[in-house]
């Protein structure tokens, strides 16, 4: 079938035009793993010509709003999808007692404990299966699987270190989901290696009706239980081709990445250019873990389309299995939180390094994706089922319920295979399958006996149980993710910004772009609140901290219904600017007089740090208070904000006064590259942590607290020229230096921040 060949053709085509991709494919030792190889340069080559999209790596279309509105950067979890503890959790899914949550019904939330999906009980399967079936009716599967659809969207997700820690946050998003259905349910895990052992293993028991169900001769799922499961576009039933290429998991490929001392090549650089110094070798887990998906072919031959299969989150749950158990043998605690690939452009693409963000998923960078706090806290996996001569019913499946173990002799969906080796577990093999090659008389045969080879039913006809498809209600708040990020989006979105400038539209006014679709609220309401939080947040001071996201989606609670947005935004909102021209000296009386003025403000320290932010950064926060500053000053446009600046280089100002300099004058300082906040915050020295109570806590190597601190609340000024009032600068060449200003005491410890995201996080 044609629809089969079509993505390994593309993605072929896409390695062509990636000329400086070093890991050729052809030498690539099995035909599947050349086009995994082809699959992720192709994945490195767009997301290398992807803009980042950060909060000052893109230009607003017009004046209005404030730069704060876009930086605020919150500590504290919008949506249940960004929680990293059950306390978390409990409040959002409504219930009390945080780490000993207790949910409205009586039921207790905990860790989940994710099983191999043949392990779990009857019961426990069933209730995985209504939970995925009704995460799928209310939109939150097609809304989480797009993510991981487009390079465009998640340019980290693959080619690089973050494969691994982006898919742990993808999946454990998915999970969340599931247990808001049903606080009892875990993402099981499909431990391929067991299906790869029998002689045919598309003749396994997975892929009979009780389980993942047969493929018709179209590729299409016709039963089991996700007959009849749409794509995410909602176009066709997905579909599978399975056997037609590649294999599935053997233990070799486990024991590969088990035996990796090197943590470079277990989170490797799979898409080097030439002269990456630690390329990845072919037992690479994210080149292995590629063979399970053109195996299952169809849907999950390709990564765009991938996430249509349900059996995708499975195989990506024994995925982070396999990873944390080598990060528990090869690691301390400590190096699994720290131990991550060093920044190199020969090596990744900038989406891949530590300290950026891990796209959508804004605030988390890729380095949070080693946290320990997502299995000490959030899930947990039960081991792999394992066997022996003295105990061959070891490896579990029997047909159980919650309260009772049929203690049958056999297992209904594997076996202990005594015949090859040591003994391990194996998957029973479906009705007409090929049983040769056992010599211990395992029982072997899926509701049949093995006989001539082949394996016989014992009924007349065989028995086709089919799981029931059954939906029900999720527990707690809906969660809603699309949300547009200041006051204007609508307005811009009605004179056609989308098409226009969709770096940044598509990022910052999701909604009115139609990036995304409000299931809880009417984008057209003109006043109202949008997120169930937005009265508390509106109480702790919200409205004036996080001016634009508040005014935005929480206009009622912030008192802002006498005015309409159009009044607010202009009518239009201001023009977009096209104009690189630096501005006459002293045009602009409000500056930011430190490189690092966005980032300190993305991390919150305008309400943490006011009385430095206010002297020192002023636009960034949004406090100019009628003074103007420059149309450019958050824009990822490299220009120059003075006419001055020639001059001032000219003097050496490049390097002796780099706070103001680098920020004021980047074009003639050549410091374009901090346009881009993930720069920006990386040449600050920008670091994120857990405190011992398992809050976040962001730290600057370069900090506001070295600036002296004036007394008097006036702008201060860093500017090379004399300034109005007082001057920190640098004196012009051959003149006295200035005395150094008296310090004031140094502000009490930062308070944790408690306020909205001013972005869009899933």
């Given amino acids: 079938m044609a629809w089969q060949y079509l993505p390994r053709f593309l993605v072929f085509v896409a390695l062509l035009a990636s000329p400086a991709y070093c890991q050729n494919c052809n030498n690539a030792p099995t035909e599947a793993l050349q086009i995994i190889c082809s699959q992720i340069a ?94 799928k009716g209310n939109g939150d599967y097609d809304t989480l699987s797009r993510i991981h659809s487009s390079f465009v969207t998640s340019p980290g997700a693959h080619s690089g270190p973050a494969f691994l820690p982006w898919h742990r946050e993808f999946i454990k998003r998915i999970e969340i989901a599931l247990r808001r259905v049903d606080p009892s349910v875990a993402l099981p895990y499909w431990d391929s290696t067991m299906d790869s052992t029998i002689p045919n293993p598309t003749e396994s028991s997975m892929f009979t009706n009780e389980l993942q169900g047969r493929t018709s001769p179209d590729g299409l799922i016709a039963t089991g239980a996700f007959r009849g499961w749409r794509t995410v576009d909602n176009s066709r039933v997905f579909r599978r081709s399975i056997g037609s290429q590649g294999r599935l998991f053997v233990e070799s490929d486990i024991t590969a990445v088990l035996n990796t001392n090197d943590y470079t090549q277990v989170l490797a650089y799979t898409a080097p250019s030439n002269g990456c110094p630690n390329p990845a070798n072919w037992a690479a887990f994210e080149y292995s873990h590629g063979n399970p998906h053109i195996w299952i072919g169809g849907d999950m031959f390709t990564p765009t389309t991938s996430t249509n299969d349900p059996i995708f989150w499975n195989h990506h749950s024994f995925v982070d299995l396999i990873w944390e158990n080598w990060r528990q043998a090869r690691q301390s605690r400590a190096a699994r939180e720290s131990q991550y690939p060093p920044n190199n452009p020969q090596c990744s693409s900038e989406a891949h390094y530590g300290n950026n963000i891990m796209q959508p998923f804004f605030p988390m960078t890729n380095r949070d994706g080693l946290l320990n706090s997502y299995t000490d806290n959030l899930y947990t996996f039960q081991a792999r089922p394992t066997c022996s001569a003295g105990n061959p019913a070891g490896c579990g499946s029997s047909k159980q319920t919650d309260n009772q173990i049929n203690k049958r002799s056999h297992a209904r969906f594997l076996f202990c295979d005594l015949s090859h080796g040591a003994p391990r577990c194996a998957a029973k093999i479906a009705v007409n399958g090929n049983c040769g090659g056992y010599t211990r008389n395992e029982d072997r045969c899926y509701l049949s006996v093995c006989q001539n080879n082949r394996c016989i039913s014992t009924q007349n006809p065989p028995a086709t149980t089919q799981p029931p498809i059954v939906t029900t209600t999720p527990a707690g708040q809906n969660q809603e993710t699309c949300f547009n990020e200041q006051q204007c989006c609508s307005i811009w979105a009605a004179r056609g910004e989308c098409q226009r400038n969709p770096n940044y539209m598509n990022s910052w006014c999701r909604a009115s772009c139609g990036i995304c679709r409000p299931t809880t609220y009417n984008l057209n309401t003109e006043c109202s609140n949008r997120h169930p939080t937005c009265q508390a947040w509106a109480a702790r001071g919200e409205c004036q901290n996080n001016p634009a996201w508040m005014t935005e989606n929480c206009r009622q609670a912030c008192n802002l219904c006498g005015t309409t947005r159009a009044q607010a935004c202009g009518q239009g909102g201001g023009n977009p600017t096209t104009t690189q021209r630096p501005p006459p000296a002293g045009q602009f009386t409000c500056l930011n007089q430190h490189y690092c003025c966005i980032a300190w403000a993305a991390r919150g320290y305008c309400t943490s740090q006011t009385a430095y932010m206010n002297q020192y950064c002023q636009p960034s926060c949004n406090f100019c208070r009628g003074s103007q500053p420059p149309p450019l000053w958050n824009s990822q446009t490299c220009v120059d904000f003075s006419s ?119």
């Fill in 42 to 135: 192709a994945w490195n080559a767009n997301a290398r010509n992807q803009p980042t999209i950060s909060t000052a790596s893109v230009a607003a279309p017009g004046g209005a709003g404030g730069g704060i509105s876009t930086l605020a950067v919150s500590e504290n979890p919008r949506t249940a999808y960004e929680c990293m503890d059950i306390a978390c959790l409990c409040t959002f899914f409504g219930g009390t007692g945080g780490n000993n949550c207790v949910l409205p019904g009586g039921a207790r939330l905990g860790r989940a404990l994710r099983k191999e999906y043949r392990v779990m009980t009857d019961a426990e399967r069933n209730r995985y299966h209504t939970a995925m079936w009704t995460i």
């Fill in 644 to 762: 001055n600046c020639q001059a001032w280089a000219s003097q050496g100002q490049c390097n002796s006064n780099q706070q103001y300099m680098w920020e004021n004058c980047k074009q003639t300082c050549g410091r374009c590259a901090l346009t881009n906040l993930n720069t920006r915050l990386a040449t600050c020295g920008f670091t994120r942590r857990l405190s011992r109570n398992g809050r976040p806590i962001s730290t600057f190597r370069v900090n506001p607290f070295h600036l002296p601190l004036r007394r008097q609340s006036s702008l201060v000024s860093l500017a090379p020229a004399p300034a109005t009032g007082a001057s920190l600068a640098p004196p012009p060449l051959n003149r006295k230096a200035l005395p150094k200003a008296r310090l004031s005491r140094r502000p009490a410890q930062r308070e944790r921040l408690l306020r909205p995201s001013g972005m869009a996080v899933f």
